[in-house]
């Protein structure tokens, strides 16, 4: 799977059912393996102050569907 395959999903909190926004980009380690992606809120919370991005791990994704990425944050 691609990277770009992924920045079109939004990505959804398995705790309350809110989508939290879209990948933007990736953080990779030395060796290549991904260390987490960076997940750029909805505009709608960037509005009310919340305009900090959101780092998910591979660890905190639990499913990737067609449309969403389910994850447990």
Known sequence: MRVSDLQIKDVVSLVDGRKLGKIIDIELEENGSVSY???????????FGSSGEINVSMNQIKKIGEDVILVEI
């Open 37 to 47: 992606f960076v997940v750029e809120p909805k505009r709608f919370f960037r509005f």
